[in-house]
């Protein structure tokens, strides 16, 4: 339940005391327009702790959601809390805030460790300090042996990489991190999923956003649903995708045989329908898709076929949202 703050009187103390039972994250009835067009309408959610994913397709709200966050938009309607604070009112709570943003200018002339240990005298730190929480998340994040390297050497990941550790050199409470995968080399992704799931079992609340549904189910089961600005779902990513197991899916597999593989997938009875489109691809059609994966690997086995890729199209984030908005009634 959302409590209404609308009745709470508009002045604070300057001097911040954090509430020990509030959530981390609060929004209550939190909405932005712009004009006529309304980016964000009317959410209500609060979230504490651990590593939660904010899905959503371009467009849907994910960006506005953390500006209005961080204090860079201001809501239209309703109030955003951070630690039981109206940050507009008090921005006390900033300081146990780490951020980001999806596209920002980083200083190509300075080096990783100048980058880090800049901040970290900017949170009142002095030189010695800063070089060493410097050190300390350059390390944690996986740039120890280029911390010295200038950034304007550094590939996508390791920029990315730089700017989560600049946003963790205050030791902060909620991580925000925007779409902090995209553009990645693959080692980069499999790096900072690491770091993300870390900072979750330390206790940390982590909101991270993404429009691919893969990357959101490797670092963690809690999502926040977005679309069209407005909230469409939040729980457990788990418990939503058995629901999609009751509408159409296919399946396609590339191996050596289809025809033979054909045959002996006929024989589960979870499977309504095949399609050829080559000699060495099958498309399989099915209401059932977790019992059929849990039933191809043995047969894959025991008749010896060669299967090169397993794919699944329609298990994504656009088949949940169409499956939540009734695409599929």
């Known amino acids: 339940m959302i409590p209404d703050l609308a009745q709470e009187g508009k002045a604070e103390e300057q001097q911040w005391v954090p509430q020990p039972q509030a959530p981390v994250v609060m929004f209550n009835n939190v909405g932005k327009t712009y004009g006529r067009y309304q980016a964000i309408g009317g ?17 849907a709200g994910k960006s506005t959601l953390f500006k209005l966050l961080m204090g860079k938009l201001q809501p239209t309607q309703g109030e955003v809390r951070l630690f039981g604070t109206n940050p507009w009112k008090n921005p006390a709570p900033y300081a146990r805030v780490g951020y980001v943003p999806e596209n920002e200018n980083m200083y190509d002339w300075m080096t990783a460790h100048e980058f880090v240990s800049t901040f970290a005298r900017l949170h009142g730190m002095t ?13 944690f994040v996986g ?36 779409e902090p995968l995209q553009g990645c080399d693959p080692l980069a992704r499999t ?15 982590v909101l991270l956003s993404s429009h691919i549904l893969s990357e959101i189910e490797r670092i963690t089961e809690q999502i926040v649903i977005l679309h069209q600005g407005r909230l469409l779902a939040i729980g457990n990513l788990h418990a939503i995708r058995e629901q999609l197991d009751n509408i159409p899916h296919t399946i396609e597999i590339e191996c050596k045989d289809a025809k033979a593989l054909a045959k002996d997938v006929l024989s589960l009875d979870v499977v309504h329908g095949l399609q050829f489109p080559s000699p060495t691809k099958l498309k399989i059609f099915t209401h059932h898709l977790g019992e059929f994966h849990k039933r191809l690997p ?11 890729v397993i794919n699944n199209p329609d298990d994504d984030l656009q088949s949940i949202l169409g499956y939540l908005t009734g695409g599929f009634r």
């Open 43 to 59: 959410i209500s959610l609060a979230l504490s702790g651990g590593v939660t994913g904010i899905l959503g397709l371009n467009g």
């Open 127 to 139: 030189r010695d300090e800063a070089k060493r929480e410097a050190e300390r998340v350059l390390e």
């Open 143 to 178: 740039l120890t042996d280029v911390m010295h390297k200038k950034i304007g050497r550094y590939s996508k990941g390791m920029r990315q990489r730089a700017k989560i550790a600049h946003a963790l050199v205050n030791d902060p409470d909620l991580i925000i991190l925007d």
């Open 191 to 205: 790096t900072i999923m690491n770091v993300i799931r870390e900072l979750g079992r330390m206790g940390r609340t």
């Open 298 to 308: 043995r047969i894959i086995v025991d008749n010896k076929h060669d299967v090169m």
